[in-house]
């Protein structure tokens, strides 16, 4: 006999009276226990019901053997704790899967178990199963879908159904029961049926579910019965459940919860006889609750986090940076030596106990564990819970004095830069007066009275304070409620110097926060200061999440995303965090992943009613910045509609159209979703001039039609702009075929006197009717981008060469060939940064304030503001040097 087998046998007969008696009934699997064969053991245990007729007899069998195999794989050190939780969850879906199925059936033989759903939750749900633990499972059913005799109303069908799961499943026999059913976490237990309808579930979590339901449903599954339906169910209510915007009041109430677990425990601090292993100060539930408020508070936000297991909620959090690693692994740990030493508290009388039983009692259980005694195992678990007891308390912030809520001004007020400290400071205290609306119930003036003395502070401290006071102000003018706001800024204090830079450096984002408060909820995750990911990575988070999302609701979280990542790379700009040239990439990745994905959406909604065409195809052509990938904040989408021609002449829809008139309409579809503000505000404004004919011609061509035009009638600016021209929607076949046509445009000979008097009257009518706005206007200064496009556009269609879209890129090569300067694209990269920055810290691009001189000049990568003033003077005579070379013609310079 294997030594860790007969350990574990020879202590399970000494010790545990449950396993003893189950040991002597089922002599066959002590023979293969004994002999180390636990694999085989546990095979045959789950087959210890097979050929059973009766379902309640079937697995009150299987559920014996698998009690005791489990319990003695455990003892032996042969089955980890991960595995018997799975094994015992798993157990527990066939038991409530058979019992569903068997109830349904005893009432209309022959049916399937459809439309009767099992959802499990608490351990349950994580795969978490305790060895003696009860069930909490939520019975749901489809009206429709629900087998039931003629006269039976699906009401009555399915609360007959509950109960006979709940007496086959839990009514104690001569061969024991299966498990302990609890339905209380089913909505409003205390009237409601035991079984609740879809309809009426929905309902319920979507308008009035408690905070709790929340944390429940984070170890939510549909385990058993119509498997399908439920997990349509779980998906219909996910944004119950993980919500992207935080709601500081729940996470509140969260907290509230958790800290009632220590309010209402009355037993022992510290582990000794009485102490209870899950509501005990640093228990398995502290643990517990310690990962779920985390995930309930980053979960909405990040899907990593929304995982069901306890260990690996805390390992996901770990990972992401929202708790540290130390800590994941301590508590990690602890939870396995907790659930443990449950179990073997269990396996004594096959109990669901928690607490520490005493005298020789204890020493049996530490004994079962093979510890030499009692003062081993509380020596064991003195040092396991002690940790997670200050883990959990600093969550809950309990050692924290309650001072009083309103709290004083900072002594050190005359540090602050101020005009008059004493008067900012009563400007601020009159915040409560009720002229502000988001300021008037009592809890957003407590929320508000917690971060005063901080604010004070930071706006203070900050490079205009004065202005920045006048900025929250009308920020608190345009907010409808300021309590979660204010909430997240207490719980968060870094927030609030951002918050301040996005006041006083960067009307845009002010603005953008005064509408959109939530915003301020993106800064929260290390990722924050992360460039954004592909263009793929991006369209996948604008698609639809949801089954069953309407078209509005489509366009509305492309709307969320664009803008969430739009002010992150905008508070990232103005905090200086990434290079300019980068931010300018990622707003273009941003801007086509939302043009894919609105086009996705209009086209499937376009094509519900007029059907699509087999052969033939929209394709969005980016030009300008846009096709060049390289936006700032303040850029419109340049783009043209086309079409792949075909045989077909009408959509195959209810309502056919003629090809031509279909992706028109399309098109137009498409241009509103891209613009048209919804009840999440505006996405971009789309230029379409640069098509064939301009504003006088269809909106869509076709790619003939498109190929005649560039060939025999565009304006040599229409063929400066196919230049940067880039296919941002259509199939592979079909850029190609659009791809081939500009390369061919491109590729053209042209007279290059012709040429470059073309360019040079373009360039000198623009110079005379839109001449440049301030100081910072980089773009239409002479010396400026628009110069420098002129110019590289000319030399890419006079040699046919450096025909990217990427104008730096082009500039590289074209340097390569000797047609420029080596130092041109140097100048190019200078004046896009300070392009990019100034579209937010001087959006009139007028002399920006000293703090936003300084930002700027750090994008810029000079020393300071004067130094960026020279840079740009000698980057714009850079230019002007490289067109006189080219064009044989002096600039006159702005001054």
């Not at 009237?191 to 319920?204: D, G």
């Not at 339901?213 to 459940?241: H, K, M, N, P, T």
Request: aromatic share 6%; hydrophobic share 45%.
């Amino acid at each position: 006999m294997d030594g860790s087998w007969k350990s574990a046998l020879q202590r399970a007969k000494e010790h545990s009276p449950f396993l003893a008696r189950s040991l002597e009934r089922l002599p066959h699997f002590e023979a293969l226990l004994a002999a180390g064969d636990g694999e085989t053991a546990l095979l045959e245990a789950k087959q210890a019901g097979r050929g059973i007729e009766d379902a309640g007899l079937a697995l009150r069998r299987e559920r014996l053997a698998l009690a005791l195999v489990l319990a003695i794989g455990d003892l032996a050190g042969a089955f980890p704790l991960e595995k018997i939780m799975r094994e015992l969850s798993a157990f527990a879906d066939r038991a409530l899967h058979r019992a569903i199925e068997a109830a349904i059936l005893r009432r209309v033989p022959d049916a399937e178990p459809t439309g009767f759903i099992g959802l499990a939750l608490g351990k349950h749900g994580s795969g978490e199963l305790n060895y003696s633990s009860d069930i909490d499972p939520i019975l749901l059913y489809d009206s429709e879908a629900l087998p039931r005799r003629e006269r039976d109303e699906p009401p009555e069908a399915a609360q007959r159904y509950a109960r006979d799961i709940v007496r086959l499943l839990s009514d104690v026999t001569a061969e024991g029961y299966v498990f302990r059913v609890d339905l209380r976490l089913r909505p409003a237990s205390e009237v409601s049926p035991l079984a609740i309808s879809l309809e009426a579930a929905t309902s319920h979590y979507e308008s009035s579910a408690l905070t709790w339901e929340r944390a429940a449903f984070i170890r939510a599954r549909a385990a058993s019965g119509d498997i399908g339906r439920g997990e349509a169910f779980l998906d219909a209510i996910r944004s119950f459940v993980w919500r992207r915007s935080l709601d500081f009041g729940a996470i509140d109430e969260i907290r509230g919860l958790s800290a009632r677990i220590r309010t209402r425990y009355s037993g022992p601090r510290e582990p000794r006889p009485g102490f209870d292993l899950k509501q005990g100060r640093g228990g398995i539930r502290e643990i517990e609750f310690f990962a779920q408020t985390h995930q309930l508070i980053h979960g909405g936000r990040d899907p990593a986090l929304r995982v069901r297991g306890t260990r690996a909620a805390l390992d996901a959090l770990a990972a992401a940076g929202h708790i540290g690693g130390d800590t994941a692994r301590t508590l990690g740990e602890a939870y396995d030596t907790l659930r443990t030493i449950e179990h073997r508290l269990q396996m004594v009388n096959d109990r669901q106990t928690h607490v520490l039983p005493d005298g020789d009692a204890l020493d049996g259980v530490a004994r079962l564990h093979g510890l030499e005694d009692a003062p081993e195992l509380l020596a064991l678990l003195d040092e396991t819970c002690g940790p997670v007891a200050r883990h959990f308390g600093e969550l809950i912030a309990e050692d924290t004095p309650d001072g009083p809520v309103l709290q004083a001004i900072p002594d050190q007020r005359d540090s602050f830069g101020f005009a008059d400290p004493d008067v900012a400071a009563q400007r601020i205290a009159g915040w409560s007066d009720g002229r502000f609306r988001a300021l008037r119930s009592e809890a957003a003036k407590s929320a508000f009275d917690a971060i005063r003395p901080q604010l004070f502070e930071a706006l203070g401290q900050g490079p205009d304070p004065d202005h920045a006071l006048a900025r929250f102000e009308t920020l608190l003018e345009k907010l409808p409620s300021a309590i979660n706001l204010f909430r997240l800024l207490e719980a968060r204090p870094g927030l609030l110097q951002q918050l301040v830079d996005c006041l006083t450096l960067a009307a845009p984002l002010a603005d953008e926060l005064a509408r959109r408060p939530e915003l301020l909820d993106t800064l929260i995750d290390r990722t924050a200061f992360d460039l954004p990911g592909s263009v793929e990575d991006l369209a996948r988070m604008m698609r639809r999440t949801e089954r069953g999302d309407e078209y509005e609701q489509a366009l509305d979280r492309i709307r969320i995303v664009t803008s969430e990542q739009r002010f992150t790379l905008g508070v990232q700009l103005i905090e200086a965090a990434q290079d300019p040239l980068d931010v300018a990439e990622a707003l273009s990745r941003v801007a086509e992943a939302a043009v894919q994905v609105a086009c996705e959406a209009a086209q499937d909604e376009f094509a519900e009613r007029h059907g699509r065409f087999a052969d033939g195809e929209l394709l969005v052509l980016g030009l300008g910045r846009l096709g060049g990938g390289a936006l700032t904040h303040a850029s419109d989408l340049d783009m043209i509609y086309l079409f792949t021609d075909g045989e077909t002449t009408e959509s195959d829809g209810a309502r056919p159209l003629g090809r031509t008139l279909y992706f028109n309409r399309l098109a137009q579809r498409v241009g509103v979703a891209l613009s048209v503000p919804t009840a999440q505000g505006a996405l971009y404004e789309v230029d379409t001039r640069l098509r064939p004919q301009g504003n006088q011609g269809p909106l869509a061509v076709g790619l003939a039609s498109f190929e005649r035009y560039q060939r025999e009638n565009a304006w040599t600016w229409e063929h400066m702009a196919l230049n940067r021209a880039r296919v941002l929607v259509g199939s592979l076949d079909a850029r190609q075929q659009v791809e081939a046509i500009v390369d061919a445009i491109l590729h053209r000979h042209r007279d290059a006197i012709e040429l470059q008097a073309d360019v040079l009257k373009m360039r000198s009518d623009m110079a005379a009717h839109k001449p440049a706005r301030g100081p910072l206007d980089v773009k239409l200064l002479r010396g400026g981008l628009v110069d420098l496009e002129f110019l590289i556009h000319f030399l890419q269609l006079r040699d046919r060469i450096a025909l990217r879209p990427d104008l730096s890129a082009a500039i590289a090569d074209l340097a390569e060939q000797g047609l420029v300067a080596a130092d041109l694209r140097a100048h190019h990269r200078l004046l896009t940064r300070v392009l990019v920055g100034s579209r937010l810290l001087a959006p009139d691009l007028g002399a920006p304030g000293p703090a936003a001189r300084a930002v700027l000049s750090r994008l810029a990568r000079q020393e300071d503001y004067a130094s960026l003033l020279q840079a740009l003077d000698r980057a714009r005579h850079g230019v002007a040097a490289q067109w006189a070379e080219t064009f044989g013609e002096k600039l006159e310079m702005d001054r």
